[in-house]
């Protein structure tokens, strides 16, 4: 690990009486930097942001932030900052209250916290909100005031979990680069965790990619949609088709590296099963002898398809999988 | 929704009847008639002398000071524990608050005089932990029965159950999210319990405490039965005058219950009506 990374976490272990949680996590996220803990739900994301947080106590393994060790600090004593999913808001205190209360309590003086507020909530376009309470406003205006409060205290280190879950897929997008703006604006380092894909691949820097507590694959979003790791990380990132192969062995093809021409003799032969609009390009399942293969095809060009017609599919780009699950070349 | 017409007015009305007038036989015209003989004398002529003697006669002011003492204890001993009860309840996840939880509700099933004669057989001076402590060779005296101890501890008894269930769900309505990010931004515990938890539950708290004032300040069977011969709560008092047949006097401590009640209740409708700025949701 480098000497100079803004958090760096050291084999952390962090363990439910379940027994589930997260082993020998380790990772070093640098000043200015987005990364993106993405898995299913359970697969630990949240524990590793929770402990960053102060909010999990750790059982082993250490959790620096520039260099200085925070593992056993409480919360409030951390240089950290969390947005959490929803009810982020204190609902009795105005969007003013709510971003002030931080300040107060660092001693800013009155005037220096209208003036930073008023800065902020220019920032994440919300000015004129001062005196609503979160009751009035919109999921996606509270996510906003939400961010800007956490930003205002100028944390080493930016926590979001899941912010834009609950939102919905117009105002999460426009979230999503609005957030990215600010972030690569103001050079902040922030540790995202969501279980959607697109929105990692959207964000991040580098992603790292969790199953059962713990990394499967760390690194920036083409590495991991071109290179994926394991049939786990290949499955999970983007579409895959798995072509079982008579070695036993797994294929992986990405639908875009699929083409189709009309009649037999490509890599794999079938029939056209399902033919669908999906707005600029249609997409195109194709029942072969191993199972079905989704591809994309341009309008003009599935125009000469109907269902049930042979086709012959020629397979580009993949990735081969042993299955151990892991890669084989 | 069904268009009001006249017609659905008077059909509504109709069906409202029933209820209505047995409302207005069994409760308002006995609270009128009670409220009208308090006013008069014992020959049923207009006086004041009933409200003049319950508030110059030393023994019938000391019951009403005492009355008055032992509802407020009980109110502010109830509130006092059950939110510290609750609290307990909603932020520990230990094995003893689960089974905290599933039990302290139990004393909501136990029928009052179940429960009082239970106790005495208990703290009786001659009663269990009496005898527990002869077994040790100590004489253990509780000194709880008949006296205005008594009381409190079985009010308490009773009432730490219900206000710990209101609290409970109070503090159960308020996420996690609120309480970390509080921490998050730098909020110690202390700090965070005055700024967040306190004022997101205190409607609620105030709820239970006029619910336990008003059910307290009239209360019977307690007094009645550890109570001490004087001074008396109000609800002893007035069967004492009852039975000596002054119909006026017990008339007017009547009144004086429900008017100490009707404050609470007051107290109850006006933290229920008036919606605070931040409650009122909606863009």
């Known amino acids: 690990m480098s000497g100079n990374a803004k958090l760096e976490i050291r084999d952390l272990t962090m363990l439910y009486k379940t027994g589930d949680g997260v082993r020998n996590i380790n990772l070093a996220v640098e000043q200015g930097e987005l990364v993106t803990l993405l898995g299913p739900s359970g697969c630990g994301k949240t524990t590793i942001l929770r402990t960053i947080g102060g909010f999990l106590q750790a059982a082993s393994g250490q959790i620096l932030i520039s260099g200085k060790d925070i593992t056993h600090m409480l919360p409030e004593k951390r240089p950290t900052a969390m947005v959490f999913q929803s009810y982020n808001l204190w609902p009795h205190m105005t969007v003013y209250e709510n971003m002030a209360f931080g300040l107060k309590l660092r001693k800013v003086p009155k005037s220096e916290q209208k003036r930073r507020i008023a800065e902020m909530l220019e920032m994440i376009k919300m000015s004129g909100y001062e005196k609503k309470y979160p009751g009035q406003m919109s999921g996606g205006q509270q996510q906003r005031i939400a961010i800007g409060r956490s930003l205002l205290l100028q944390p080493d280190v930016l926590l979001l979990d899941e912010p834009f879950s609950a939102l919905d897929a117009k105002i999460r997008s426009q979230m999503r680069e609005e957030l990215r703006k600010i972030q690569t604006d103001l050079n902040i380092t922030v540790v995202f965790v969501t279980h959607d894909q697109e929105e990692a691949m959207a964000l991040s820097d580098r992603i790292v990619v969790m199953n059962k507590g713990s990394f499967e694959q760390v690194g920036p979003p083409q590495e991991i949609y071109n290179r994926p790791a394991s049939r786990y990380v290949a499955d999970f990132i983007g579409e895959m088709n798995f072509i079982p192969m008579p070695d036993g062995s797994i294929k992986a093809v990405r639908p875009e590296n699929v083409s189709v021409s009309p009649g037999t003799g490509g890599n794999l032969d079938g029939y056209v099963r399902t033919i669908m609009m999906l707005g600029h390009y249609i997409e195109m399942t194709v029942d072969t002898d191993c199972g079905i293969v989704k591809l994309f095809v341009s309008a003009e060009e599935a125009e000469q398809y109907k269902r049930g017609n042979p086709v012959a599919l020629t397979l580009g780009e993949s990735h081969r999988y042993n299955d151990d699950q892991s890669a084989a070349g | ?283």
């Open chain 2, 1 to 283: 929704m069904i268009k009001k017409t006249w017609k659905t007015n008077v059909l509504i009305a109709c069906m409202l009847l029933p209820a209505l007038i047995l409302a207005l036989g069994i409760i308002l015209v006995p609270m009128i008639n009670v409220f009208i003989q308090s006013f008069q004398d014992g020959s049923g002529n207009f006086s004041l002398e009933q409200y003049y003697f319950l508030f110059t006669d030393k023994l019938a002011l000391q019951n009403l000071w005492y009355t008055v003492w032992i509802t407020v204890v009980t109110v502010a001993g109830a509130i006092t524990i059950s939110y510290l009860l609750a609290l307990y309840l909603r932020f520990s996840d230990s094995k003893i608050s689960k089974v905290i939880s599933t039990v302290y509700l139990l004393p909501r099933f136990v029928p009052h005089l179940v429960a009082i004669y239970a106790m005495m057989t208990v703290v009786r001076d001659s009663g269990f932990l009496n005898r527990l402590s002869q077994v040790f060779g100590y004489n253990f005296k509780p000194g709880l029965l008949y006296n205005a101890k008594g009381i409190i501890m079985m009010n308490l008894w009773f009432n730490i159950a219900f206000a710990t269930m209101i609290i409970v769900a109070a503090l159960a309505g308020i996420p996690d999210s609120i309480i970390e990010s509080s921490r998050d931004v730098g909020a110690g515990r202390i700090y965070t319990f005055f700024k967040m938890v306190l004022p997101l539950s205190i409607k609620d708290v105030l709820v239970a405490m006029t619910f336990i004032f008003m059910s307290n300040i009239s209360s019977f069977t307690t007094p009645y039965i550890i109570g001490p011969n004087h001074p008396k709560m109000f609800g002893v008092y007035l069967r004492d005058q009852f039975s000596k047949m002054r119909y006026e006097r017990a008339a007017a401590v009547s009144v004086l219950i429900f008017a100490f009640s009707s404050i609470s209740a007051i107290v109850y409708l006006y933290t229920n009506l008036k919606e605070k700025e931040w409650e009122k949701t909606g863009l």
